[in-house]
């Protein structure tokens, strides 16, 4: 059974969310990162990249002045690499579980990221990420992997996700690992 599951579906169907849950439920004993949504009003002017410690880094804002660029948003791929890297690096070492959200287009601009997660594919820690589903020649191949499950997340399923990660992860050999209890959770995320 692979020990890789992504997650896809379009933007703002829920994928963040369900890591989320999932990250709640594992606490401790999980480690990596999610992405929020930063709104001004109802306009959504940028994203921040949040360690499953509650450490924060700008990944993207519409006002940001960088040479990297993904749509409106300037990208701080320095500060994404800052916090994220050695974030990644201590759960490949210390946590029973790693959780990414997300690979997508902004992430993906680092170089370094982009060889880190190759290594936590190629570990055999239970790795759990969202991907973005629009076409991308890496994030494809990595879809591809014979160690990958990927689950794509749509309106029908996504409520019912988060137990089915858990599930997964049981019958991984996961067996040991301890669940905290439920608790209602709202945000926006990518």
Do not use: C
Request: glycine share 8%; charged share 25%.
């Amino acid at each position: 059974m692979p020990s890789n599951l992504l997650l896809t579906g379009r933007p703002g169907i829920g994928k963040t969310t369900v890591i989320r849950k999932v990250a709640e439920r594992l606490g401790a004993q999980a480690g990596g990162f999610y992405t929020e949504e930063v709104r001004e009003g109802r306009r959504r002017v940028g994203f921040q990249v949040v360690t499953l410690d509650n450490r924060r880094a700008w990944l993207a804002h519409v006002r940001m002045r960088s040479r990297y660029r993904v749509g409106r948003y300037g990208v701080d791929l320095d500060g994404f690499e800052r916090l994220i890297i050695p974030t990644l690096q201590q759960a490949l070492v210390h946590k029973r579980v790693i959780l990414l959200d997300e690979i997508g287009p902004m992430e993906l601009l680092s170089t370094t990221f982009v060889q880190l997660v190759s290594e936590l594919l190629d570990n055999e820690r239970p790795f759990i990420a969202t991907i973005m589903a629009k076409q991308h020649p890496w994030a494809d191949a990595v879809k591809a992997r014979e160690d990958v499950e990927l689950w794509e997340v749509t309106l029908a399923n996504r409520d019912g996700l988060p137990d089915q990660v858990l599930h997964w992860l049981q019958r991984l050999g996961g067996t040991g690992l301890t669940l905290n209890a439920r608790t209602p959770q709202t945000s926006r995320s990518r």
